[in-house]
């Protein structure tokens, strides 16, 4: 658990936000569901986490369903609800339209289940069906035991391996409000949260927000609005609409995507408008620094947030968003270089330039830069000796010294990232951790 520094010390707010961000799980801690029976978080509420968690509101009138978890997760929600409440299910509610929130829609679905989500519903499904091959080719990157997960369901039952691509009974534009055996909901449309079709559930009788994850998985973090599993660009102003009007409800209790409910009028508030502050920082931080000219490296360097703002990286990075922001605005040019209208890339001269240069010269070079703690010019130099091997011209000692060069830079970066003020992020650790694997298999080592 880090320390409070001491400017956050002296700020009570900050000082909360601090430190839920610190007892908070990480999404490293994320996995499908697993439990044996339902967490019961009010006298009506029943909680099934999982790869995103399923909620169970028991009303008079049967139970309402709000998330359905991924297809092959769902029998594990649906046995532990049915334990506290068999139905009848008069009502799924999905917070968005990713297939891990409405893969397991089927599972509870019945003759007079009426299945809502926001009117962006459909758009969202198509949009993830045009990319379903490369993101999940990608996405083994981080989420392989997910995957193996599966594989073991499918192999034991196959008739539970079922991802739904559910189409909706009732949509909704902006509000909805609904009275399901005698429980008031109303349903609140927030598209700058991770999807088109992102939404709120309040329970306004009750002061209780499903917020899904429309502020991401992670509360309080900065947002990810770019995931480098593959996803579309997101936005930080339809984001801070979002938060604003999850603020504007001032809930006693904040139900998210995943993990435990937090609780506390003051605390929910304080951490929104830190959210609110940090993405606002930096879109204005970023704007201005491209109206000064500035490139959009430079810019990832030197955008960070002030020391008040407390809020985790653990799953957007302020780096990455600052990149994102720079391209949403300005596209891919980036009027550095001639090469970057033409679709050769740099490492297509890698091995030419290490012919060059030599492979010693500049695993030597790399190794100095690595040991001044500059590990990511370090990178470049491994990359590029790395390269050579493809030449035909190198021999076996000098590449395994590039390896291990390339290996090196590898545990560094991760080092640098589980130390620094901000935490380990998950999908910059993920990608690490298995270049450091790859590399390792590589030099034999076990």
């Known amino acids: 658990m880090s320390s409070l520094s001491t400017s956050t010390a002296r700020n009570p707010t900050a000082a909360g936000v601090a430190e839920l961000v610190a007892n908070r799980p990480t999404f490293f801690d994320m996995k499908p569901a697993w439990q044996a029976e339902a967490t019961r978080i009010e006298d009506f ?40 409440c068999d139905g009848p299910t008069t009502h799924i509610i999905t917070t968005q339209g990713h297939v891990d929130h409405l893969g397991g829609v089927s599972r509870f679905r019945e003759a007079s289940t009426v299945y809502i989500a926001q009117a962006n519903n459909a758009a969202c499904q198509h949009d993830d069906s045009r990319i379903a091959t490369v993101r999940v080719n990608q996405s083994g990157t981080w989420f392989q035991h997910v995957f193996d997960y599966a594989a073991e369901v499918a192999a034991r039952d196959p008739s539970a391996f079922e991802q739904d691509v559910p189409g909706p009974d009732i949509t909704f534009e902006d509000r909805l409000e609904l009275d399901c055996g005698g429980l008031k909901l109303e349903l609140l449309a927030v598209p700058g949260g991770e999807t088109a079709d992102s939404c709120l559930v309040w329970l306004p009788e009750h002061g209780i927000l499903f917020s899904g994850n429309t502020v991401g998985p992670l509360f309080p973090h900065f947002p990810n609005i770019n995931t480098i599993r593959g996803d579309r660009y997101r936005f930080l102003e339809p984001y801070m609409r979002a938060v604003d009007r999850m603020r504007s409800l001032e809930p006693e209790l904040l139900v998210t ?10 605390l929910i508030r304080d951490s929104l408008d830190q959210l609110y502050r940090a993405a606002d920082h930096v879109h204005g931080a970023t704007l201005a620094g491209m109206n000064e000219g500035k490139d959009v490296f430079t810019l990832m ?43 050769t890339p740099a490492r297509d001269v890698y091995a030419e330039l290490a012919g060059l240069a030599g492979v010693d010269a500049i695993t030597t070079r790399g190794r100095a830069l690595l040991d001044a703690g500059e590990p990511e010019a370090a990178l470049h130099l491994a990359e590029l000796a790395a390269a050579a091997d493809t030449a035909g011209d190198n021999n076996g000692d000098d590449n395994k010294t590039a390896l291990q060069l390339l290996l090196d830079v590898h545990l560094a970066l991760r080092e640098r990232a589980s130390v620094s003020k901000a935490g380990a992020n998950f999908w910059e650790d993920g990608w690490l951790a298995k270049e450091i694997a790859r590399l390792q298999s590589l030099l034999g080592h076990s």
């Open 45 to 84: 509420i029943y909680m099934s986490e999982g790869c995103s968690n399923s909620y169970m509101l028991v009303t008079s009138a049967g139970r309402v369903i709000i998330n359905t978890g991924m297809g092959f997760e769902a029998p594990v929600h649906k046995r532990v609800f049915d334990q506290a």
């Open 301 to 343: 360097r030197e955008v960070n947030l002030p020391d008040d703002l407390v809020i985790g990286q653990g799953y957007g990075k302020v780096s990455w968003a600052v990149r994102t922001i720079w391209e949403s605005y300005m596209g891919w040019f980036k009027a550095g270089s001639t090469t970057e209208l033409y679709p």
């Open 257 to 266: 995507g995943h993990f435990a409910p937090i609780a506390g009028r003051e």
